[in-house]
Structures are given as C-alpha cells and as structure tokens.
C-alpha cells in the first residue's frame, strides 16, 4: 500500500472519529448509486473533509482489492506505460508530505486538501494527466479537460517519460499550491 494511503488510513480515527472499517460499516447500510454521492453523505451527515470521504469511499467500493492492485489492473497490457507513472509519483510526492494518492478503478488521483490531480493510462502508448488549473487559458500542450469533465481544468497528453519536463512540473506544482 501507499505509504501516503497508509498515513492517512492511520490518521484517521484521529482526524474523522471513526476508523476505515467503522466507516466502511457506515456505507455498507447505505445504498448509493454513485462515487460522490456517498462522499457528499459522509461531508454533510458526519462532517468528514472531502479528501477524507473521497478515500474512505472509493476504498469501501473495492473491498476485496487493494490500491496497488488496481494500479496493476490500469496497468496491464500497458506495461510500457509505468515509467511515466512513477515519474509521475516521483514528481507529486515531492511536493510534501499532504499529498495523498489515491487508486480508483480506472484512474489514480492526486490529493492535497482537494485533487489537483488525476493520472489515467487513456490508451497504450499515452498517459492523461488532468490537473486543476482554474482560469488558466488552454495551449497547445495545456489542453481542455476532454474526457475528465469538471474533476480537472486541463490535460495533458504524455507518451514518453521525457515529457515530464519543467513546464509540466511547474504546472503540477501550482494545481498543488491551489489545492491547499
């Protein structure tokens, strides 16, 4: 597991007042069709911070998988992909200490207070990184949000480990910086 997931499981009792599995309890007496959903629920009826939710959610749904498991299902057939990922990481994690990385099904996103990232193997060859830059004009490089929709601002496309550039990091450290 994550070392970040691994601090932030272990804080939690402290910070929300109950445990992953007291929590998972909560949700499991509940019916909730969709991810947010059962985060706005944990926000609004027991007073948990987003991040706090989004974690507690999206690992009471994959129950029987553990995060680096669902790392390696993004992953498979994409082999050729996780060196960028792991940049990537390497990148985030640098930032300090309150990053949290959070594997879903399909995607790994990137917390501070709130996501500021999202990294997704769109295809074989090609990462998307989404990231949350609000009022920043789209480039060439700096794309719309495409098929992230409103969880980021922008996109970009990587298909080699040199693409993880100055430019790209400086934009992963202010979606960080706005993120607090």
Known sequence: ??????????????????????????????????HMEAVNFLKQEHGVTHGFANTIV??????????????????????ALIPMYERLLEVVKAFGADVV???????????????FALIKPATKTRIDLGLKLKDKPTTDRLENSGPFGTMCTHRIKLAEVAQIDKQLIAWLEEAYQKAE
Do not use: C, H
């Open 101 to 115: 990385v959070t594997p879903k099904k399909t995607s790994v996103s990137i917390i501070r207070k709130k996501q």
């Open 58 to 79: 999206s690992l009471s749904k994959e129950e029987n998988k553990e995060p680096t498991d669902l790392v390696k299902s993004q992953y498979s057939g994409k082999e």
């Open 1 to 34: 597991m994550d070392k970040a997931l691994q601090t932030m499981i272990d804080n939690m009792p402290e910070k929300t007042g109950k445990s992953l599995t007291e929590w998972k309890s909560v949700l499991q007496s509940m019916a909730f069709n969709k």
